[in-house]
Structures are given as structure tokens and as C-alpha cells.
């Protein structure tokens, strides 16, 4: 009888979201066989809105480790939690691209990677250092221990569960029939109908994705 095979406890190192699309570096350990893989993946598949919201998270951390003018905006009360629109709109310039985790137990804490779109309409990259969850100098590292944790099940749900996004197309068809058709089903006369072929063309959203 073929013995069950051991399923790796998968651990994310690096996740990075660019055109709706998540690349990811994780481990795969398998403790009982006693070795780890390390996998780089590229995924096709449109992100869930739940991991946009979750990266967005941390840009209040970029902000503070990396020292911007907006980093008065927040404080202990409100880094971590989920933004008014007054705050969204002061820090709507910057956006989170990518996170890195390093080190490990006391030591454990993690890059950031994010862009600021400047007046001119160019893009600044903006990455802030390593940043330990118990580091003495950075007020936030609990709460950020947490949006990390928050944006670790995100991509984990992505790449495992198959938690992806819709996918959105537009298809434009022509709605002209023939005299004695029905429209959408529903007899219309001639000049109903005659009125429904010369209206603009309808679009339809067909969904690829879902979660």
C-alpha cells in the first residue's frame, strides 16, 4: 500500500504585485523527509481585491519607515487599521508594490518595496530598509508584524486555494436581427425592434475568475 505523501508547509519569503499579477518566492518544507525547497512563481492569474487592500496597507508603514512628509499623518491609533478617505487621499501618490521577509525569531522583520508618483507625473521608487517587527527604534512593529501576517495569507490563498480576482473583457455585439426575431428574449414590434438595431452596441462583462 502506497504511504501518504508528506505535504510541505509552505512559507512566503517575497511577494510582488505588478499589472494585477503576483510573482512570489516561497519555501516548501517538508520536516518529516527533513529538506526544503525554495520556488520562484510567476502567476497569470488576475489578484484577488482582498490582497490589493492588504498591500495597500503597508503604505502608511513606506511612509513612516522611509521618513516622507506624511509620516505625521499617522500614529499608533491609526497605522495598521483601515484608512478614512481623508487619509487615502493625502497618501494616494504612494502604492506598495512588494515585500521581502529577513531574519528570523527576534531578528524576524521585512523590506518594503513601493513607488510615489511625483507632480510631473514620473515615478520615484521608494524602499524602505529592513525593518525588525521588535526593533526599539520603529514605534509600529507589532502592527506591522500584523499587516505582514495579513498580506502572507493573501498571496498564500492566491497560490495555494485559488483565490484570484475577475478578470474583466468587453465584448461589443451587434444587436441588428432579422425583422420577425425576438430581442433579448421578448417580442417587440417592428418598431420597437427597428429602434433597438440603430441604438449603440451593447457590451457585455463575461467573467473569467472568481473567488
Known amino acids: 500500500m502506497e504511504e501518504n505523501k508528506e505535504l510541505p508547509q509552505n512559507t512566503i519569503q517575497k511577494a ?26 510567476e502567476c497569470d492569474q488576475i489578484i484577488h481585491n482582498d490582497m490589493r487592500i492588504a498591500f495597500s496597507m503597508l503604505v502608511p508603514f513606506l511612509i513612516t519607515i522611509t521618513e516622507q512628509a506624511e509620516s505625521g499623518l ?19 501618490a504612494y502604492s506598495v508594490t512588494g515585500y521581502v521577509h529577513g531574519g528570523t525569531d527576534e531578528s524576524a522583520g ?7 508618483l511625483l507632480k510631473t507625473g514620473q515615478v520615484l521608487n521608494v ?4 525593518t525588525k517587527f521588535e526593533d526599539e527604534n520603529y514605534p509600529y512593529g507589532s502592527e506591522l508584524l500584523q499587516v505582514i501576517e495579513r498580506c502572507d495569507y493573501e498571496v498564500a490563498e492566491y497560490l495555494f486555494n ?3 480576482g475577475i478578470k474583466q473583457a468587453q465584448l461589443d455585439f451587434d444587436t441588428d436581427a432579422p ?4 430581442i433579448d428574449g421578448v417580442s417587440m414590434p417592428a418598431e420597437k425592434k427597428r429602434k433597438k438595431r440603430a441604438s449603440k452596441k451593447e457590451k457585455a462583462v463575461v467573467f473569467d475568475n472568481f473567488a
Do not use: H, M, W
Not at 504585485?17 to 520562484?40: I, L
Open 74 to 92: 499617522f500614529n499608533s491609533g491609526n497605522i495598521g487599521e483601515d484608512l478614512n478617505e481623508e487619509l487615502q487621499e493625502k497618501i494616494a
Open 162 to 164: 485559488g483565490k484570484f
Open 16 to 41: 510582488t504585485v505588478k499589472n494585477d499579477r503576483c510573482a512570489v518566492s516561497f519555501k516548501e518544507n517538508y520536516r518529516d523527509a527533513n529538506y526544503t525547497n525554495k520556488v520562484d512563481k
Open 179 to 182: 425583422a420577425d426575431a425576438d
Open 110 to 116: 521585512v523590506s518594503i518595496i513601493g513607488q510615489k
Open 127 to 130: 524602499i524602505a530598509p529592513f
